[in-house]
């Protein structure tokens, strides 16, 4: 019988992006436990503060607001959401995520499955606030 080793990430332990907007770590991925089909992680959002239009060609997102006010536009379509809420945004489906609240937003996030390279995961239909940030290390297998 094998024991399973716990790939366990602390968020404190991962890099911030701030390249989209928000505060956003990668926890779980293939660079920092060797997974295979998707990655996933945490977001923070300042009220007022947004993460700039995208869309993933090869992944769903899976969104879950912990806690805050927040408003994804999907396709040009406004969907509010608030704590406890869940949303699935569809592969190719452009998204921008924006605080609408008073408070710092807390999401946790999941795309599934991995683009074939992590450089084609990701496409920007809006210029990134913070073009000098690092953006995301999905990175490959370990």
Not at 54 to 76: C, N, R, T
Not at 88 to 106: D, E, F, Y
Request: charged share 20%.
């Amino acid at each position: 019988m094998t024991t399973a080793t716990p790939a366990k990430v602390n968020v404190t332990d991962a890099a911030p992006n701030t390249k989209r907007g928000g505060d956003i770590r990668v926890t779980l991925s293939p660079k920092t436990v060797g997974c295979t089909s998707g990655f996933g992680g945490v977001l923070w959002l300042e009220p007022g503060d947004h993460v700039t239009e995208h869309y993933h060609p090869y992944s769903e997102e899976f969104v879950h607001v912990v806690s805050g006010e927040l408003e994804m536009s999907l396709d040009g379509r406004p969907v509010a959401l608030g704590a406890g809420d869940s949303l699935l945004v569809s592969i190719g489906v452009r998204h921008r995520l924006v605080n609408t609240g008073t408070n710092r937003a807390h999401v946790i996030f999941h795309l599934s499955p991995l683009a074939p390279r992590p450089e084609l995961g990701h496409v920007d239909t809006e210029a990134p606030q913070n073009p000098g940030a690092a953006g995301p290390d999905v990175g490959g297998a370990r």
